[in-house]
């Protein structure tokens, strides 16, 4: 399998839905008090999130490229990825919740929208086809113990 977009590519279209969301509806916007820390806060989430992810397949010694899933040597397990099967995504839609919060457009929630449910079809269940393949019921039953997204 060889996947034609990579994540990072989605996120940033994803990035450029929302904003354009809020350049499209200028007057339709919010704010809140702490909106800004609140903002921060899921961007730091995300960054972490994501980071874990990364950290816990080098330590591993298996790839993070995520266009050749298939190249995987290792079925990692451990760590954040006891709590979800993608904390990448995670951490990306997490960072997308925080600008999205900021920009404060409820219209730029479409770009979270798009990043969770593109990177799902096109991107996830390609990856879980492939993991299946390499590591059977191993994968199986972590599967069942670990939800895709959170």
Known sequence: MKL?????VIFFISLGLSFGGYYAFPGLTYSFDYQTLLSRLFLAM??????????????????????????????VTG?????????????MALVLIGGIIRIGSPVSISGIF??????????IKPEEEALFKLFGK??????????RWL
Do not use: H
């Open 46 to 75: 995300g960054v972490l999130t994501a980071f874990s992810g990364i950290i816990a397949f080098r330590l591993k010694g298996t790839t993070v490229d995520p266009t050749n899933p298939d190249k995987a040597s290792r079925l």
């Open 114 to 123: 798009f990043f969770v449910w593109y990177l799902t079809a096109f991107q």
């Open 138 to 147: 191993e994968y199986e039953e972590y599967c069942s113990r670990v939800r």
């Open 4 to 8: 034609k977009i990579p994540p990072v």
């Open 79 to 91: 760590g954040i990825y006891r709590y979800t099967r993608n904390p990448m995504y995670v951490g």
